[in-house]
């Protein structure tokens, strides 16, 4: 037996059995074994992107509140180089 690979047993239903061994090159465990990983970064893709949306929409109205602060810091600074080039 291979030392990098362990033996488990899984029921499937039929239907399952069959769509794999239709569409398989590999062993059936080989498939199960890529299908697996595949669904699981998958998963993880999604769950990092909802995270990603909910620190976005957390920190959206910080973000707001410093733009504001510093909004005529900015408006004085644009006015003072249009001031310049028009010289």
Do not use: C
Request: glycine content about 2%; overall charge positive; charged content about 45%.
């Amino acid at each position: 037996m291979n030392k990098t690979r362990k033996r488990v047993n899984i029921t499937l239903p039929p239907e399952t059995l069959k769509l794999i061994d239709r569409v398989s090159k590999d062993n059936r465990s080989e498939f199960i074994n890529k299908a697996v990983r595949l669904y699981v970064n998958r998963l993880e893709r999604a769950r990092l992107k909802q995270r990603l949306k909910e620190t976005y929409l957390e920190r959206a109205k910080e973000d707001i509140a410093i733009a504001k602060k510093w909004e005529p810091i900015e408006r004085e600074l644009w006015e003072k180089l249009e001031r310049g080039k028009r010289v």
